[in-house]
């Protein structure tokens, strides 16, 4: 049962422009999601969080939007840059619990 | 100031033997999470410690799998008579505080069982 859905196994988008990842979820106990970006060979990086009591958080180049009546979010990176390229992972906590739950990753291409 | 290291960084072995990874979390970090990356899937939560104490082991499957995290050195994930489907990519996370999720992950220990 995949609680965290990310449906879009990659995406390309050409440098400057906007990149938008999606990803769904089940589960309306999750009160706490995150964005993580990974390279080849190396852990997830924490990007950008959001509580489910707001609907957008904002750091430089990333945004997180929350639509939880939809049980969606989605991260805009704007502008798009080649170092953007990477896997990006979607992120769910339900409270008092311990652990994340994963979607299974969007694969961002930029192109020059 | 050194990142999360984990180690091996690759590591092989036969059906039946014992796989052993270790975690040293950041230094000031006394809170470590154990993940595992199947091919082509998310990362699934195994187990949460805090020094000398697991914390929340409900990913763990319950059979062969261990955790432990001493007062000191590292955090060590074992795995005994590995089995083909062990074969996965596990990272180790660590956190200043409980309740901090925006983890530091190491780099990875990648599993392979022949």
């Known amino acids: 049962d995949q609680q965290v859905k990310q449906n879009s196994p990659s995406l390309s988008v050409q440098e400057g422009r906007i990149s938008i990842l999606n990803c769904d979820y089940t589960?309306?106990?999750?009160?706490?999601f995150l964005w993580y970006k990974k390279y080849p060979a190396e852990g997830p990086t924490f990007l950008i969080s959001i509580s489910s009591i707001k609907d957008k958080n904002e750091d430089g180049r990333f945004t997180v939007f929350l639509n939880k009546s939809a049980k969606h979010l989605s991260l805009h990176i704007v502008p798009s840059q080649p170092g953007d390229s990477a896997v990006y992972f979607c992120a769910a906590k339900v409270g008092g619990a311990d652990g994340l739950t994963f979607g299974k990753g969007t694969h961002l291409i930029i192109q020059p | 100031n050194a990142g999360v290291m984990q180690n091996p960084r690759h590591l092989v072995r036969r059906r039946g033997q014992e796989a052993r990874l270790r975690c040293s979390p950041m230094k000031g970090h006394s809170h470590v999470y154990w993940y595992r990356q199947l091919p082509e899937e998310g990362l699934k939560f195994m187990v949460y410690l805090q020094k000398e104490n697991i914390i929340d082991e409900s990913g763990m499957p319950k059979e062969r799998f261990s955790a432990e995290f001493p007062k000191e050195g590292p955090s060590i994930l074992r795995i005994q008579q590995v089995v083909r489907g062990d074969s996965a990519a596990y990272f180790c996370?660590?956190?200043?505080?409980?309740?901090?999720?925006?983890?530091?992950f190491g780099s990875g220990t990648r599993l392979t069982v022949v």
């Open positions: 589960n309306s106990m999750f009160d706490y």
């Open positions: 996370a660590s956190s200043p505080l409980g309740g901090n999720y925006g983890y530091t």
